[in-house]
T-cell receptor, first 114, second 106 residues
Framework: NAGVTQTPKFQVLKTGQSMTLQCAQDMNHNSMYWYRQDPGMGLRLIYYSASEGTTDKGEVPNGYNVSRLNKREFSLRLESAAPSQTSVYFCASSVGRVRNQPQHFGDGTRLSIL | SQQGEEDPQALSIQEGENATMNCSYK?????LQWYRQNSGRGLVHLIL?????REKHSGRLRVTLDTSKKSSSLLITASRAADTASYFCVDTPLVFGKGTRLSVIA
C-alpha cells in the first residue's frame, strides 16, 4: 500500500532549467494538492485539484503550473526555475471534494536551484 | 489567510514525560486537525476533532477543543524518543502554521 508517491526524491537544477515533479496516489482519492515547505515554516499551498479535470491556485502559484493527468496523478511543473524556488515540495491527497478532510502526504521532493 | 498558531514553538522533554501543545485559531471551524512531521518526512494525520466535540483520544494522544476560546490542545502521554517531530494544527482547510517542534530526550 504505497499511498502517495513522489518522484524524484532529490533534484538539483540550474537557474532557468525546467522540471516536472510527479505525484501519484493509489487510494482512489478525488482531491490532490501541492505544497512547498521552507526552513522553519509551515506548508504553503501552491495549487490544488478538487477533482479530476479541475485545478485551482493556492497561496503561492507564481512560477508553477500543474496538470491533473487522471484521478491518480497530479504533476507540478517549474518552467524556468529560480533560486527562490529552492524548497521541499509535498504532494497530498484527500478522499473527497470537501477541503477540510484529512490529507495523506508523500515524503517530499527536495529541490535545490543553483 | 487564517491559520492555526501553535504554542510553544519548541518543546524539549524527557522520555516518559507528558507533552502538551496548544493551538489558537481565529475563525469558526467545522473541525480541527493535528498532524505530525518527522524530520525529512511528509506530514501524517493524527486526529480530527469536530466542532461539536470537546475531547478525543487516540492511543497516547488526547486532543481537547474549546470553541469559546478558539483553542485546542494536544497531549502526548508517556512520551517516547520516536515522538520527536513537529506538530501542526489545521483549522482552516489547506492552511498550515509553523508548528511546534517537540524533542523527546532519552
Amino acid at each position: 500500500n504505497a499511498g502517495v508517491t513522489q518522484t524524484p526524491k532529490f533534484q538539483v537544477l540550474k537557474t532557468g532549467q525546467s522540471m516536472t515533479l510527479q505525484c501519484a496516489q493509489d487510494m482512489n482519492h478525488n482531491s490532490m494538492y501541492w505544497y512547498r515547505q521552507d526552513p522553519g515554516m509551515g506548508l504553503r499551498l501552491i495549487y490544488y485539484s478538487a477533482s479530476e479535470g479541475t485545478t485551482d491556485k493556492g497561496e503561492v502559484p507564481n512560477g508553477y503550473n500543474v496538470s491533473r493527468l487522471n484521478k491518480r496523478e497530479f504533476s507540478l511543473r517549474l518552467e524556468s526555475a529560480a533560486p527562490s524556488q529552492t524548497s521541499v515540495y509535498f504532494c497530498a491527497s484527500s478522499v473527497g471534494r470537501v477541503r477540510n478532510q484529512p490529507q495523506h502526504f508523500g515524503d517530499g521532493t527536495r529541490l535545490s536551484i543553483l | 489567510s487564517q491559520q492555526g498558531e501553535e504554542d510553544p514553538q519548541a518543546l524539549s522533554i524527557q522520555e516518559g514525560e507528558n507533552a502538551t501543545m496548544n493551538c489558537s485559531y481565529k475563525t469558526s471551524i467545522n473541525n480541527l486537525q493535528w498532524y505530525r512531521q518527522n524530520s525529512g518526512r511528509g506530514l501524517v494525520h493524527l486526529i480530527l476533532i469536530r466542532s461539536n466535540e470537546r475531547e478525543k483520544h487516540s492511543g497516547r494522544l488526547r486532543v481537547t477543543l474549546d470553541t469559546s476560546k478558539k483553542s485546542s490542545s494536544l497531549l502526548i502521554t508517556a512520551s517516547r524518543a520516536a515522538d520527536t517531530a513537529s506538530y501542526f494544527c489545521v483549522d482552516t482547510p489547506l492552511v498550515f502554521g509553523k508548528g511546534t517542534r517537540l524533542s523527546v530526550i532519552a
